[in-house]
Every structure is written in structure tokens, then in C-alpha cells.
């Protein structure tokens, strides 16, 4: 296939031997363009890809002068083989590495009691959330927020304790050979960061680089003096904030160049996604391919139907499984095996070790919380759904799953669904949707609520994911909402101030 002009200007800036920031969106071919970059020169280059799945595939396209390894593999081979006796180490209890560390009595805080087990998974969250920044040490930000103690205060007054003993974990993680702590492959990674690595290379690639955490950030942006970087990924497909990850392309100092032609979908499908990257505030817009007539309408026989949240996969799950059909999970069942077993725990009077309900004694509890507490909100379609089935159900229906390729309809979370594509979507309905307009009794009339840009961003990844037909459904009222008419239509949109959403 011939290079699209972007491709070509892409290239053009990459052997003029610019740093280089590739804005491509869905669809648009950003492997293959990486791969067309390195074809072109026989300079060495290293290719850092997300996963060991993508850099196995990445492999078998990219020339021999090019390394496609993942961030974790060099960091493997720098230091992580010397741990290689823990990493095979096997699982222990938290509450168990928490009695080695010291922690040995439970405490209180505000009005919740906090278990040794308790303390101790939030001390080994606490290393965790330490290995995915560029923080040299670990401090009071890295420690997570409860559920239950997210006021400020008293989130300090937990930091308090926890701080010490995550210090003397990752004490503990630096001997080789033995230790109390589980040795995990962040922890190497973090290692290898702190020793300011020279990767030997004459150009760098990074791949999903909208997704990058902190850490494989400044491992990435050090070798600036000595080799070419160029970082490619999509900006509006930036979801995974809330686990770490940092778009660091709309910051970085090269050229920045777009890829908008995508070979996914046709012209239709490409003004539904050009709807959310306006409302995302995204620096790219997309342009669909003629020869691919992607429709929007009604889907009856779905190859996959994409939800918001865990929740809303399950219900989804098991409505289609009652109108008899064969259902697949993507990413599997395992997460929702875990909230139901923690449901089940709390419905029967016992406490629960899941890390987002560990602080409940009950089930009242919990369902106190999530009717009054804004903070658990998100909380209250769980409740809904055990209420309704019950946790065995869930149970047994998790159990009944089916691979992907013996499925009629794969469920997937919209994050899950990134970087997948299927004939027919069916977008679910616990999308949210912003507060309509309403009229007071004076007869003045409030604003709908703004479109949220992290919701919108989410939405984009999903209406992408179609090749043939896309049924909007969950997503269907941004027809309805001011904000929501593309620049270029009809009727202008609503601007929104920046700040808003």
C-alpha cells in the first residue's frame, strides 16, 4: 500500500532527524508507519512497546536493525535477573508480609477500624503506586485513598502509618536473594529507573505513548542527548490516568505530526468520532475511508457490546445469557469473579479482603455508603446487581463463560476494548450521561451539565472500535446535548469554557 502524505511527512521528518510526536488516531496505521520508518534506515533503533504481545508483533514486521522489547524486558536484563529467585517466590498472605515488617496491631481511624490485613495491603499498594512514578522516594502521595477514608484528614492520618513501613519494603525488595516481600516485575522496573539508564541506541520508538506511566516516561525522555526520539500514540485515547498512566505527547518538545486517515471505518463513523474528539478538546480529527461504508444504526446480533464499567459488563453477561446466547468476557472473568466472592463476604456477615470494599464490616454498611456518600456513588450498580441476582448468580454465571472464539457476543469493558476492533458493535447503557437542562419555578432555565473530557474520551475509544455498524445506543443522547453538534454541521456547537467537565 502506498503512504498516505502524512505518512510520507512523517518519514521526511524522522530521516531529517527530528524528535518526533505522531498524533494517530483510530485506526490510522501507527505501527505500520513506525515500521515504514525504520525500513528506511539502517541506523540502530529500539522500539518500546506496551506489551509483550505487542512487541512479539512488532517483531515479525520491524527490520533486523530494530529491538522490539517492552520497557520491563530491558529493565530485565539490566537488573531484574538478580532477583530472579524472588520473582519465583510464592504468594504469601499481606497480612503475613505485614507481621514481618512490623505490623502487628490493628488501629483506628475516624470512624473505621483497620485490620493488620488492612494496613498491610495498603503498605504494599503504597510500593506499588511508588514503582509507577519518577519519585525518587516514597512519600504521602503514593499513598491510595480508601474507600470510606477519603477525607483529607483523615487520609494523612492513614499516610502516617503507612509511610514507614512501605519504606522499609522497599528496603526489604533490594536484597536479592530473600526477603519478606513479594518480588514483582514494577519492582525491577523502578530499580533500573533509579539508576538513570543509557539505552544504546541510535533512535528510539514508543508505542501507546498516551498511555505511558511516569516512570517508563523519564527512562524514556533521558536519552535525549544521545538518541532520536520519536513517540507515537493517540492523545484522545488517553484512559488509563486513574491507574498512573500520563499522556506525555501534547508536552513534548519535537515535531508534532498527525496520522488522520483511518483505514478502520468509512466517512460516517469517522463525524461520530470527530463529535467526541471536539468534546475531548483532542488535537486531531479523523477522515474515514470511502471504501468502507460504516454505518450507525440498530444492532440486533452484536459481536460485541461495550460497557463503562465492570458492573455494567457483568449485567450485560447475564441478560445475554439468559436470552440463551454463548458469551465471552474479554480480559476474562476474574475481577468479577473477585467482587462477587467480596459481595458474598459482606452479605453473609463476613469481612472481605477485596481491596475496594475492605473497610465494610456488611453489606449495610456498604450499601449506607454508596446510597449517601458521594465518594461511593460508583458503588451503588454493584449493590443493585447483587440485590437484584444475588452473588451466586453472578457466581455461576461468571463460571460459564466462553472463550472468544466459540462466543456469540464478546462483553467488554470500554478500556478493555482498546486496541480491538469487531464488525458490529452495541454500545451498553451505563454510559454517563450528563444532567439534563431544567426549569426552576421562577421559569429560568439551567444548562445541561458539561460533558466530562475523561467521559469523552472513553466514548471515542468506543464508537472506534467498529468496522461494518455501530449502534450508538448508551451514547445515543449526545444528539440531544448542546456541546454535541461537530464544528462544521448545521448548527454550531455550545463552546465550553476550558476548565469545564
Known amino acids: 500500500m502506498n503512504p498516505t502524505d502524512e505518512q510520507t511527512a512523517a518519514a521526511d521528518a524522522f530521516h531529517a532527524g527530528h524528535h518526533l510526536a505522531l498524533q494517530a488516531g483510530a485506526g490510522t496505521g501507527k505501527t505500520t508507519t513506525l515500521a515504514l520508518l525504520a525500513h528506511a534506515t539502517q541506523r540502530r533503533g529500539r522500539y518500546l512497546a506496551y506489551n509483550r504481545a505487542i512487541a512479539q508483533d512488532a517483531t515479525a514486521r520491524f527490520p533486523r536493525n530494530v529491538l522490539c522489547k517492552t520497557a520491563h524486558a530491558l529493565a530485565y536484563a539490566a537488573v531484574g535477573h538478580r532477583y530472579t529467585r524472588r520473582l519465583n517466590a510464592p504468594r504469601r498472605p499481606a497480612w503475613q508480609t505485614g507481621q514481618v515488617l512490623g505490623i502487628t496491631k490493628p488501629i483506628r481511624i475516624g470512624e473505621r477500624d483497620l485490620s493488620q490485613k488492612t494496613l498491610s495491603n495498603a503498605v504494599l499498594r503504597t510500593v506499588t503506586r511508588f514503582c509507577h512514578t519518577a519519585d525518587e522516594a516514597i512519600t504521602t502521595h503514593h499513598v491510595p485513598r480508601l474507600r470510606g477514608l477519603e477525607d483529607t484528614g483523615l487520609h494523612a492520618q492513614l499516610a502516617a502509618h503507612v509511610v514507614p513501613f512501605a519504606r522499609k519494603a522497599w528496603t526489604d525488595l533490594q536484597r536479592p536473594d530473600d526477603g519478606a516481600v513479594r518480588f514483582d516485575h514494577d519492582h525491577y522496573l523502578k530499580m533500573w529507573a533509579l539508576t538513570q539508564p543509557r539505552i544504546a541506541t541510535d533512535f528510539l520508538l514508543l508505542d501507546e505513548a498516551q498511555d505511558t506511566n511516569p516512570v517508563i516516561e523519564q527512562i524514556f525522555l533521558a536519552q535525549r542527548d544521545h538518541a532520536q526520539l520519536v513517540m507515537v500514540g493517540d492523545s484522545a485515547q488517553a484512559i488509563y490516568q486513574w491507574r498512573g498512566a500520563k499522556d506525555v505527547m501534547t508536552g513534548f518538545d519535537g515535531t508534532q505530526l498527525t496520522l488522520s486517515q483511518s483505514f478502520r471505518f468509512g466517512p460516517d463513523l469517522a463525524t461520530e468520532a470527530n463529535r467526541w474528539l471536539h468534546l475531548a478538546d483532542a488535537p486531531i480529527r ?27 459488563a457483568m449485567a450485560q453477561v ?86 472468544e472464539p466459540h462466543a456469540h457476543v464478546t462483553v467488554s469493558t470500554a478500556h478493555r476494548a482498546k486496541g480491538r476492533e469487531w464488525s458490529r458493535v452495541l454500545i451498553a447503557d451505563d454510559f454517563a450521561r450528563p444532567k439534563d437542562s431544567t426549569v426552576d419555578e421562577t421559569g429560568a432555565t439551567t444548562p445541561p451539565d458539561p460533558i466530562d473530557d475523561a467521559e469523552a474520551r472513553l466514548a ?10 455501530l449502534d450508538l445506543g448508551g451514547l445515543s443522547w449526545i444528539h440531544d446535548h448542546p456541546d454535541g453538534t461537530p464544528p462544521g454541521s448545521n448548527q454550531p456547537p455550545r463552546r465550553r469554557t476550558r476548565g469545564q467537565g
Open 286 to 312: 479523523l477522515t474515514g475511508t470511502p471504501a468502507m461504508p460504516t454505518e450507525l444504526g440498530p444492532v440486533t446480533q452484536p459481536d460485541a457490546v461495550l460497557c463503562r464499567t465492570n458492573v455494567g
Open 460 to 469: 471515542y475509544v468506543a464508537v472506534t472500535r467498529t468496522r461494518r455498524r
Open 318 to 403: 447475564m441478560t445475554l445469557m439468559a436470552a440463551g446466547h454463548r458469551v465471552a468476557l474479554a480480559g476474562g472473568g476474574d475481577s468479577l469473579h473477585a467482587l462477587a466472592l467480596a459481595a458474598r463476604d459482606l452479605k453473609e456477615g463476613r469481612r472481605t479482603h477485596h481491596p475496594e470494599l475492605i473497610l465494610f464490616p456488611c453489606w449495610g454498611d456498604l450499601q449506607d455508603y454508596a446510597a449517601h456518600d458521594p465518594a461511593g456513588r460508583d458503588l451503588q450498580p454493584l449493590i443493585n446487581l447483587v440485590d437484584t441476582h444475588g452473588a451466586d448468580a453472578i457466581l455461576t454465571a461468571v463460571a460459564q463463560l466462553a472463550p
